[in-house]
């Protein structure tokens, strides 16, 4: 694990093939292999920022509402 103690793709070979991301608030929701994840982003980039990448469009992101803020995680 990094310095920084994020969690990494690489981290993830081995323990999950398929990373679902998931959403309480608005019900979105994807499936992404990891294997196509590593390929794409490289092994050692952070899921946080990839979360923060492919949430970028969500409503309650962009209102900037501290109270009311996106709910998208890794229940896995």
Sequence with gaps: MPCDGAIIFADLIGRLDVLYVHCPKCSRAGRY????????????????DWLDEITADCPRKQAHNMNDRCGARFPD
């Excluded at 982003?41 to 946080?48: D, E, F, N, S, Y």
């Design 33 to 48: 292999r990891v294997q196509h994840l590593i390929e794409q982003r490289g092994r050692k980039a952070k899921l946080i």
